[in-house]
């Protein structure tokens, strides 16, 4: 991989701004052990500003989508007592990336980026500065690769550098493997989160979300495979991240007939506990639900079909489809809360509403299954257990089983 060395003032883009603190000298002559911590993080209007009892090597912030957040991985420290929320930003986690870092986590409510990133106080104290967008424009910074480093500011010393790494152009994903009696109905199943996004971390084992979501969707897909019932595939099967447009846009590609996207939920403070569905609606079910959403609820493809945004008629079907889609979604979630509830912890309200980044394909009936709250002690050691992901995986296998008996009946009554 080739590295271009240029000068000048900092580039700005949508999605990731890397800012790379590093001492100059230690570059040269050998850095030596980093031991910091955070101190606290201060939540200010439009700007944050993390502080730490030691220099740190670097950090880097990028965005992540459903729920919005912006992330903040710190080189050469260790995260330190909570923090609280304040104004747009709801809330403040914090945890271990590696034996050698900690992640900051951002819970935003409303779509922000972060626009500019600088060391001060000789790298113990990082200084971001955040900017309004719109909702489309947080979907694409969401979606977007790492474009270019910020240069070195450590105290006085800024040496004016920028390193910049070639992007390569994007390419189509194989499709992934497809499990089961051709003659069932197929079923995706995406294990949330992965690669450099972990997704939510217990704060006392390291449980990381991306790992559990993996093992639970590999439990879902041996279950059903075993009942000859359906046909199986999984978005990923391996420890790699993939965009969420690509996630439904695999299931639409293989012609999926149901998209299940298991996640696990996550609270700074309280004792949340129990599992939840959310299918898409335009209009989110509860507060909860609505800080998840974003109002990008059209899409301008049917069927593989191509749709002018501005003809009326394409505007009609996407709305008819849609709507029979979201119909047979809220269905399904129904169903899964009812089978799952004598087998593992649900919560009352099981079926919620949002418009959710990953359920937006208008003619696949598609679910988003929190299965339960990884900060919860209970919840995280119920499904880090093999008895646990087998009784997720059952109570799934009960609800497809009647799901798709259901829309074999209603098909040959017509």
């Not at 990028?62 to 609280?84: H, K, M, N, W, Y």
């Not at 809330?91 to 980026?113: E, H, N």
């Not at 994007?170 to 003659?183: F, H, M, N, T, W």
Request: glycine share 8%; net charge positive.
């Amino acid at each position: 991989m080739a590295f271009r060395w240029t000068g000048g003032a900092p580039a700005r883009h949508v999605r990731r701004v890397s800012v790379v603190a590093a001492i100059l000298t230690g570059l040269l002559f050998g850095a030596p052990g980093w031991a910091a911590t955070i101190e606290r993080v201060e939540i200010g209007e439009r700007q944050v500003r993390i502080h730490f009892d030691a220099a740190v090597r670097g950090a880097s912030s990028f965005i992540l989508d459903t729920p919005q957040r912006i992330a903040v991985d710190v080189e050469g420290a260790g995260p330190g007592r909570r923090s609280d929320g304040d104004g747009v930003i709801t809330a403040v986690r914090q945890g271990w990336r590696g034996q050698d870092g900690a992640r900051v986590v951002l819970d935003l409510a409303q779509p922000m980026i972060v626009e500019s990133g600088a060391f001060e106080d000789d790298g113990r104290t990082l200084n971001l500065s955040l900017r309004d967008v719109s909702e489309r424009r947080f979907n694409a910074a969401s979606s977007a690769s790492p474009l270019s480093f910020l240069p070195f500011r450590w105290g006085e010393a800024r040496p004016k550098y920028k390193l910049s790494i070639p992007v390569p152009p994007a390419r189509k994903s194989a499709l992934p493997r497809v499990r089961g009696d051709e003659s069932r109905p197929l079923v995706v199943i995406d294990a949330g989160h992965g690669g450099n996004d972990p997704g939510a971390i217990n704060p006392e084992t390291g449980l990381r979300e991306k790992d559990v979501t993996l093992a639970i969707a590999k439990a879902i897909r041996d279950e059903l495979i075993s009942s000859g019932r359906a046909r199986v595939a999984l978005t990923r099967d391996d420890d790699r991240y993939i965009l969420h447009r690509e996630r439904f846009g695999v299931a639409r590609r293989l012609r999926a007939d149901l998209f299940i996207s298991i996640h696990c939920d996550s609270v700074g403070t309280g004792d949340a506990s129990g599992a939840t569905a959310y299918t898409l609606s335009d209009v989110a079910s509860d507060k909860e639900a609505a800080r998840l959403a974003s109002r990008e609820n059209k899409s301008d493809i049917i069927a593989g079909v191509d749709l002018d945004e501005s003809s009326d008629v394409s505007s009609i079907l996407i709305d008819l489809t849609q709507r029979e889609t979201m119909n047979a979604s809220a269905g399904f979630a129904r169903l899964l809360g009812r089978e799952a509830k004598p087998l593992m912890p649900v919560k009352p309200n099981f079926h919620r509403m949002a418009s959710l980044l990953v359920l937006k394909a208008p003619d696949m009936p598609s679910i988003l299954f929190e299965t339960g709250y990884i900060s919860n002690p209970q919840d995280a050691a119920f499904l880090d257990s093999r008895e646990g992901r087998q009784r997720i995986a059952e109570s799934v296998r009960r609800a497809v089983e009647v799901y798709f008996a259901r829309r074999l009946t209603q098909t040959a009554s017509r």
